[in-house]
């Protein structure tokens, strides 16, 4: 298997384990070489499970909360939005991980829903259904692949290559006040996009730093040009939409995705 610097120049259409990525101001394929992970740490309690004293059962003594496919665990991915891991998975200090930043579009174009449930829990949470949740999505992503001519692979709602089919959102909403119970709230994998600090790097573990999109004029299409006439397609372009109030604060995650990233020549 090639790695890192091994690999050629990204190509149209790109492979079944690459996604396409912004970094740099450049256009760029992330290849992906392993599936996702989601660290939890021994006294972490993300589902917030309480033993018979009512006391935290953290995970070293409450392994369910991360078990993918445990029909008694309430993540069936282990994947939380809102939290901050100390480590990463190869071990390193998180604050010497790389940063994915993942866009996502928090807003209403018109659209449902993939289900009438997540439509009615989505509306009654934000008063709207998110594009970031319409299964035939309005605006451009990268994430499901969109399929040929940029991709080989069109991916499915809810799916993108070597990702959790599920994030827990639970404390995301829970410091909105949207979550009193603090309990999991499994999503569907939100349909994004990525942005890297940089463009050519080798295969790396990256964390997942969430951003929310709150204006369609300053969502990027495939080339990385908003509706503004302005580019986002760099982490700079990003803090400065941030900075007009058009994106949430970086949320962070304990989810992280290994690739190398490498800019297409054209």
Not at 94 to 117: H, N, R, S, Y
Not at 230 to 250: I, T, Y
Request: charged share 15%; with cysteine; hydrophobic share 40%.
């Amino acid at each position: 298997m090639a790695l890192a610097g091994d690999q050629p120049d990204p190509q149209r259409p790109i492979e079944v384990n690459q996604t396409d990525g912004f970094g740099n101001e450049r256009l760029v394929a992330f290849t992906y070489f392993m599936n996702f992970d989601c660290v939890h740490g021994p006294f972490d309690n993300f589902d917030n499970n309480k033993d018979e004293l009512g006391n935290p059962k953290v995970a070293a003594v409450d392994p369910d909360q991360f078990q993918t496919g445990d029909p008694q665990a309430r993540q069936t991915s282990g994947c939380v939005v809102g939290v901050q891991p100390g480590l990463d998975p190869a071990g390193k200090p998180v604050e010497q991980t790389e940063k994915l930043f993942v866009i996502v579009p928090f807003f209403d174009k018109g659209g449902e829903a993939a289900t009438p449930e997540l439509t009615g829990a989505l509306r009654q949470l934000f008063g709207f259904v998110p594009e970031a949740f319409n299964p035939t999505p309005q605006v451009a992503v990268q994430c499901p692949e969109p399929g040929l001519p940029l991709t080989q692979h069109q991916g499915a709602f809810g799916t993108c290559t070597m990702h959790p089919k599920q994030l827990d959102l639970g404390p995301v909403l829970t410091a909105l006040g949207k979550n009193p119970d603090a309990t999991p709230l499994n999503v569907p994998l939100p349909n994004h996009s990525h942005i890297i600090r940089g463009a050519n790097f080798g295969a790396v573990w990256w964390q997942i730093i969430v951003v929310l999109i709150n204006d369609a004029n300053f969502w990027p299409d495939a080339n990385g040009m908003t509706p503004t006439g302005q580019m986002l397609n760099s982490v700079e372009a990003l803090r400065a939409v941030q900075a007009a109030g058009k994106a949430s604060a970086d949320v962070p995650s304990n989810f992280f995705l290994f690739f190398d990233s490498r800019q297409f020549q054209h």
